[in-house]
Nanobody, 126 residues
C-alpha cells in the first residue's frame, strides 16, 4: 500500500509561482511512474503532468506546457510540480498519483493510477 501526501498549495496572484510536493511512503517509489492531476470547481479531474520512473520521460498537458515542470527525487521518495506563471484557470485541487506498473512511459489516464493523495488546493487570483 502506497501513501501519498501533497503539500505546497496556497493562494497566489496571477503570474506567481508555487512548488507542489508529494511525499510517498509504503512502496518502492523509485520504480513507479507518477503523475499530477487537478480538479477545478465544477469540472472533472484532468491530467497535468506525468513522469516515468527513470526520470527521463515527462509528459505535460498542453495547458501547462512551458509553465509547469514535474520532477522527482527518488532518494527522498518525493514528487514535485514547479508551477510558474500561474493563471486564474490553474485554480484547482491538485492531486499526485502513483502507477505501480513500473511502465517506462507514464500514462496520462487516471484509470492507470493505483494510489492517490488527498489533494492540495491552489488558488490563483487575477
Amino acid at each position: 500500500q502506497v501513501q501519498l501526501v501533497e503539500s505546497g498549495g496556497g493562494l497566489v496572484q496571477a503570474g506567481g509561482s508555487l512548488r507542489l510536493s508529494c511525499a510517498a511512503s509504503g512502496g518502492t517509489f523509485n520504480i513507479y511512474a507518477m503523475g499530477w492531476f487537478r480538479q477545478a470547481p465544477g469540472k472533472e479531474r484532468e491530467f497535468v503532468a506525468a513522469i516515468g520512473w527513470t526520470d527521463h520521460i515527462r509528459y505535460y498537458a498542453d495547458s501547462v506546457k512551458g509553465r509547469f515542470t514535474i520532477s522527482r527525487d527518488n532518494a527522498k521518495n518525493t514528487l514535485h510540480l514547479q508551477a510558474n506563471n500561474l493563471k486564474p484557470e490553474d485554480t484547482a485541487v491538485y492531486y499526485c498519483a502513483c502507477d505501480r506498473s513500473t511502465r517506462i512511459y507514464p500514462s496520462r489516464l487516471q484509470s492507470e493510477y493505483n494510489y492517490w493523495g488527498q489533494g492540495t488546493q491552489v488558488i490563483v487570483s487575477s
